[in-house]
């Protein structure tokens, strides 16, 4: 991407890869909301040209000569961190959190590209039997396992989720599939809302036809929410979070916050709730999404929306832009 809205598509000799690296042979690209901000010039850490790229699944194409546990053939993904290794969230297991993060497509080159060279520590196998498509969608399943990991965890709790993106679906997802005693989610759009009914979520919300504190006492009753995720990232339904929580909840912010919303923070001080950031994942989180998808307890294939061979990722792009809110996941394919 050379600037906003403009992709460049050329030729140049494959890679070398040190001795410490793999060559992935890239095959799915998932086109991620943040990608879309750059597409748009609006994504405040991230600099022209860059190679996009970081939700992906490959085959290893070359190992080198200091890697051990990977073989040519093998079908992985990564994780999309660079890391300096040395300031305090480094050095205290937080690495997902460094001072100097850079991530893969945004401050970095990323994997939109035939082959890519990549530090053998950020790969992950991929089992027998997951997908490709699968593969290239473990990155996403893993924000919403570190969020639900951030929260408590889900288990035996009563979650909100509010936002029905992809974000918003796979985390709901994750939570029944982590042993949540009950999960809604809400959303004003209808196909996100159809579209997790059809990944098997029961309570769905249009919080434009229905209000949600009414619906949250229906079906959780009046203890409500243990646990609500905000997964949209605008003022609205952070203050729905915070309106509809009972005394003492969690509230995890997962969406990425364009604006800065105006909050009410004489309810989280009264109330004692707490309000916690989430970013990314750790590589616990990785191995934990992967666990999930070969599991079969997650419905994945409902969100892929759209397809597009390599060459027409401009079209990708473009597609997301007209048909905004009735997109879930594009897949690019470099087969």
């Known amino acids: 991407m050379t600037a906003p809205g403009?992709?460049?598509i050329h030729?140049?000799?494959?890679p070398a890869i040190q001795d410490h690296q793999i060559l992935l042979r890239t095959r799915r690209i998932g086109v991620c909301g943040s990608d879309i901000h750059v597409w748009h010039g609006r994504h405040p850490y991230t600099g022209y040209p860059i190679v996009q790229g970081h939700e992906v699944s490959g085959i290893v194409a070359e190992v080198g000569r200091a890697v051990t546990g990977f073989t040519v053939g093998d079908p992985v993904t990564f994780m999309p961190q660079v890391t300096c290794g040395q300031c305090y969230p480094c050095q205290h297991g937080m690495e997902h959190i460094c001072e100097s993060l850079k991530v893969m497509g945004f401050q970095?080159?990323?994997a939109a590209q035939e082959y890519f060279?990549?530090?053998a520590d950020k790969a992950l196998k991929l089992p027998?039997?997951?997908?490709?498509?699968?593969?290239a969608m473990i990155e996403p399943i893993s924000v919403a396992v570190h969020a639900l990991r951030r929260g408590g965890g889900a288990a035996g709790k009563r979650v909100l989720v509010l936002g029905a993106g992809t974000i918003g679906n796979l985390t709901a997802q994750v939570a029944r599939a982590s042993g949540a005693l009950d999960v809604m989610i809400t959303d004003i759009n209808d196909y996100r809302l159809a579209l997790a009914r059809r990944c098997g979520l029961e309570h769905v919300i249009n919080t434009q036809?229905?209000?949600?504190?009414?619906?949250?006492r229906r079906d959780f009753g009046l203890e409500?929410?243990?646990?609500?995720?905000?997964?949209?990232?605008?003022?609205?339904?952070?203050s729905q979070a915070i309106a509809c929580a009972r005394k003492g909840t969690t509230i995890v912010v997962v969406?990425?916050?364009?604006?800065k919303p105006r909050v009410d923070l004489g309810l989280v001080q009264d109330r004692e709730l707490s309000l916690v950031g989430t970013l990314m994942y750790q590589r616990q989180d990785y191995e934990q999404a992967i666990a999930l998808a070969s599991s079969g307890k997650l419905q994945l294939e409902p969100l892929i929306s759209d397809r597009f061979p390599f060459d027409r990722y401009t079209d990708a792009y473009r597609r997301i832009e007209e048909a905004a809110g009735r997109t879930m996941k594009v897949m690019i394919e470099l087969d």
């Open 6 to 8: 403009q992709i460049v």
């Open 11 to 14: 030729d140049v000799p494959r």
């Open 108 to 110: 970095t080159n990323g």
């Open 117 to 119: 060279p990549l530090d």
């Open 128 to 135: 027998a039997g997951l997908t490709l498509d699968q593969g």
């Open 209 to 216: 036809d229905e209000e949600l504190m009414a619906a949250i």
């Open 224 to 238: 409500r929410a243990d646990l609500i995720l905000e997964c949209v990232g605008v003022e609205a339904t952070i």
């Open 255 to 259: 969406g990425v916050f364009g604006e």
